[in-house]
């Protein structure tokens, strides 16, 4: 099978998001072939280079959505400038795709960067053939760049800028979106160029396809596209459904639509921008839900985010993250515990993890249990730079203020591990213990997040058997399972108090370890995690095949070239109305006669079915 590999900001880079899972279903998912399709964020990652790319990585095709080159021929986006002709098709589209987003729906309400996402996305009231408007017009914007080039030069001119602004000042717009001035206009203008200029790539169709197909190479030639978070990532997925008919299946670890909301937030944008980039991104996940075959969130907290943006439930299935549990074995099989009197918190240093909270708690904590440490051991954000890293150092900096401020007696070489009750280590040091051994060096590991979503150090920490004291955020009740002690973010006093309980009770800290090492070797490991993503790529191929003509050399058409196998019916090609395609996941898990798979759940009969199709003779009971 041949896999297109969507990635923004990760995967193959060095530094970015993802480009740890990534690399490991690429590496597990040896028996088949991965075209890698990245989209780069800075300067800064692209000179950081790639990682060391397995042998069945076939290809690599790179763009950023940073450079000013957008539009000039390079970086593998068709540029040039649009006729007359097509001057007016694009003012025609773009003004569809920008009133799609400006209308506030049946209702007229406003929308801001916090407002929910069901208005952006045009759920409820009305709002369907809005989300139509902007498909039909993000497509026709794809067939344009397809056919003439020089999207990105007419998604940056003047003539946009005023589109967009008739469609602000028009009846019906949100509230916050009439109020839009020049530089707000521009300021949104240009988000809309970056997020769109995958439409404009070269990614899609190219003469260096594989012989005896017809349609090329590129994107148009994957048996299935794998979309590794929504927005730009998945457009080229996009792209290549509608071009090619290729399925796309896409992977939402962290829902970017959410990510949006708080990077508006923290970049101080004005209301105007906020509602215009929330409709837009909306919009935009709404039909990459929409468009999907199968959408693979990494926990419940991205199903609801992605359920709330309206995603089909029969499309969406869970699929944890997979980590390295190999790592961890010895700390986790280890019969001696670590030091009972001692707390641990590993994470990154930020005011999201609430580390005020933790030493108010651990002051309490030591009123009860004279004995008690506490051993922070943190690392400054990956990548961090200028502000950002000035920004962490300052919090960093006020926590050991404050703890030395609460114990005052003691404050002396808080930096290093000693006599001390709190010590403030560097993850990754070099005369750092590993990562393993941080764990294993106490009685019971500490989350104190007000945000959160995956608690990668929860799962660390379950994997070397140690019970964990955690805050209920993101999908930290969904981890624990009932292994760990869950108190309120933000409230010191219940932080304290759990603490305290497991300190007290060394029969129930080994108990809840061993059932939360248990847990993480079933659920979280990387095993499971490739397990999970081949099920699915089978699943999807098999009911949603690309159907290409074949051609000899010539690149005439080869009668007879498609064995009759290759068209074999059965049930599970038939949708709740009785008819046959590609409508396997249109019905839902009640009442509709969609099979019970297509909602998450495994039965015996779809594996039977789909081992009969992937043999290819027709041996299933269809």
Known sequence: MRIGLLT????????????????????GLEQH???????????????????????????????????????????????????????????????????????????????GAGAGAGAATGVGGGGRSEADRFANALYGLAELARD????????????????????????????????????????????VESTLRPLSLDWYDDASGPSGLSGGGGLGAVDL??????GAAALPGLVAKRFHGVPLLVTEYGVQLRARYIAAGDAELSAPVRALLAAFHGRLAAEIYRQAAVITPGNAHARRWQERCGADRAKLRTVHPGMEASRFAE????????????????????????????????AEVRKGEPKARLR???????????????EAEAYLGHCKALAAQLFPDE???????????????????????????????????????????????????????RATVSTDVGAVVEVIGGTGLVVPPRNPRALAEACVALLRDSERRERLGAAARARALELFTVEQNIAAFHGIYLEIVSHCPVRREAVDDAGEPLPF???????????????AAGGTGGAWLAGRSTGTGAPSWASGAESGGAREELAGVTRGCGESDA
């Not at 099989?333 to 009972?340: N, S």
């Not at 010590?423 to 945000?451: C, I």
């Open 8 to 27: 923004e900001g990760g995967y193959p880079y060095v530094s970015g998001e993802a480009r740890l899972w990534c690399d490991r279903l690429v590496r």
């Open 33 to 111: 072939e991965f075209d890698i399709y990245a989209l780069s964020r800075s300067q800064e990652q692209e000179d950081a280079g790639w990682l060391e790319l397995p042998p069945q990585v076939c290809l690599v095709r790179t763009a950023s959505l940073w450079s000013a080159r957008a539009g000039s021929g390079e970086d593998g986006v068709r540029g040039g400038d649009l006729g007359r002709r097509a001057r007016r098709r694009f003012a025609a589209l773009y003004a569809e795709l920008v009133g799609s987003v400006v209308c506030g729906g049946a209702d007229g309400g406003d929308l």
């Open 148 to 191: 003439e080039g020089g999207l990105g030069s007419a998604l940056r001119s003047e003539a946009a800028v005023r589109i967009l602004e008739r469609a602000c000042r028009a009846p019906g717009a949100l509230r916050a979106a009439r109020a839009a001035r020049v530089p707000d206009l521009l300021a949104f203008a240009a988000e």
């Open 225 to 230: 596209c794998h979309a590794t978070s929504g």
């Open 331 to 362: 700390v986790g099989e280890r019969e001696e515990p670590g030091d009972p009197d001692t707390l641990v918190w590993v994470g990154r240093i930020d005011p999201s993890k609430d580390l005020i909270s933790l030493l108010h708690a651990f």
């Open 376 to 390: 922070i051991v943190g690392a400054l954000p990956a990548g961090a730079e200028g502000d950002g890293d000035q």
């Open 411 to 465: 404050a002396e070489g808080l930096h290093a591990v000693g006599d001390n009750p709190v010590s403030f280590e560097e993850l990754g040091a070099p005369e750092a213990p590993g990562l393993a051994e941080v764990y294993g060096s106490g009685g019971v590991v500490v989350l104190s997040s007000v945000v959160e979503g995956f608690p990668i150090s929860l799962v660390e920490a379950m994997f070397c058997g």
């Open 561 to 575: 070239a498609h064995p009759p196998e290759a068209h074999v019916p059965g049930r599970w090609t038939a949708s």
